[in-house]
């Protein structure tokens, strides 16, 4: 009897080895982190797709399991993140908190604003609340992962008791602490959106696609995060493998820009694209922007006599968004442009370009007259990457 006892404990009811402990542990969080990106973050906060009522409560069940996360409290939560991003009012931006606050301490930071009742009847809206959310997912929250411990120990004995910690911690550590923290820190971006939000990787496999949290930011509502040939959005495999057989549908992705090769006449179509696919028509002039840099460095450094570490600065600055940068960023930027005629014209001419997509009080016909001038005076500028720049404008369609 001792001995069945204590096999038991060892083995529990799987007697299962070392390496199929490892291998269930990787398949539940996967499918933990799938749950979260497909239910609560493209479907429920965005509203990117509509998910069957199956399909729904079966998330919702696994969440409450695995997690014990309260659906209204992190839809609310994000969509405070996306709205008041990067400013002292955002739940987890190490922009204004610190990296290593919102890295170590994220889940924290999520519980803290869980509290806040006005953020959630503000940014709650339109999540469940039927009998299930009320009287068990939201009223005993802390029931379901309650169950998930005394499974994992049926199942595998003590060792039950780490995979129950490897699942509780892996929210916590991807969603909060890597996407939150890192995804606003460190990475690459192929736009330049109103933030600081970064891809981490180009292929999103271990967090669900949202490795691509700059692609998100920037199309916020898409149901697909990825925007580049190579990369790779895992989350939105699974989200067509579910449209496939009726249990999602797609609202919403990012639009795709279209190009009428030769195109030279600037008409409201092409207005109409150039506004449309902002993100992409500023992605492309950052682009032209460091093609120009290139050519004039040498210029600089050797004519000029600038410092490699006021180079290194002003380059950073050339690529933030002109309306946010601090005083004296503009005077450092002042001094480069008394050497570089092209890098001042070029930067000016940003700034012309992207008020175009600001001025809601224009007419069609002004908006029209100004990207035709815009062009025109782009293409006599002499900067070869600008008027290549201009000339691929003139195509979009």
């Not at 204004?96 to 006005?118: D, H, M, Q, S």
């Not at 299930?132 to 802390?142: G, P």
């Not at 606003?184 to 496999?205: K, L, M, Q, S, V």
């Not at 370009?353 to 809601?360: D, K, N, T, V, Y």
Request: aromatic share 10%; net charge neutral; glycine share 6%.
């Amino acid at each position: 009897m001792i001995d069945a006892v204590l096999d038991f404990f060892s083995n529990g009811l799987t007697n299962a080895s070392g390496w199929e402990v490892f291998i269930f542990t990787a398949v539940m969080t996967h499918i933990t982190i799938a749950a979260v990106t497909i239910f609560l973050h493209r479907s429920q906060a965005h509203r990117g797709l509509d998910l069957h009522p199956v399909m729904m409560h079966f998330f919702r069940f696994w969440l409450w399991m695995t997690t014990g996360m309260v659906t209204k409290e992190w839809v609310a939560i994000h969509r405070k993140h996306h709205a008041k991003c990067e400013t002292e009012e955002d739940p987890h931006s190490p922009v204004t908190r610190g990296i290593k606050k919102v890295f170590f301490e994220g889940a924290e930071l999520y519980r803290e604003e869980a509290k806040n009742k006005e953020t959630l009847e503000k940014y709650g809206h339109g999540t469940p609340d039927d009998w299930m959310e009320r009287n068990v997912y939201t009223k005993h929250s802390a029931l379901g992962v309650t169950l998930m411990l005394i499974l994992n120990v049926m199942m595998f004995g003590v060792i039950g008791i780490t995979v129950w910690a490897v699942q509780m911690i892996w929210i916590p550590l991807t969603a909060a602490g890597i996407i939150n923290g890192i995804g606003h820190y460190w990475g690459y971006r192929n736009y330049e959106c109103n933030d600081a939000a970064t891809n981490i990787f180009p292929i999103g496999i271990i967090i669900g696609g949202e490795e691509l949290h700059n692609n998100h930011h920037t199309y916020g509502t898409s149901a697909k995060l990825s925007s580049k040939w190579y990369e790779f959005d895992i989350g939105w495999m699974y989200i067509r493998i579910l449209e496939s057989v009726g249990l999602a549908k797609v609202k919403k992705v990012a639009p795709e820009p279209k190009f009428e090769q030769g195109k030279l006449h600037l008409d409201f179509n092409t207005l109409q694209s150039v506004i449309a696919n902002r993100y992409d028509v500023t992605a492309k002039y950052a682009k032209s922007l460091k093609k120009t840099w290139r050519e004039e460095r040498e210029h600089l450094e050797e004519k000029a006599k600038l410092e490699s570490g006021f180079l290194r600065s002003t380059k950073k600055l050339l690529h933030r968004e002109p309306a946010k940068l601090e005083e004296p960023h503009k005077a450092q930027l002042t001094e480069l442009f008394a050497h570089s005629k092209a890098l001042k014209t070029m930067h000016e001419m940003r700034v012309e370009l992207g008020a175009l997509w600001e001025r809601s009080h224009a007419s069609r016909d002004q908006l029209l007259h100004q990207l035709q001038d815009w062009c025109a005076r782009a293409e006599a500028s002499g900067i070869s990457a600008l008027r290549e720049f201009s000339l691929r404008l003139r195509s979009y369609a």
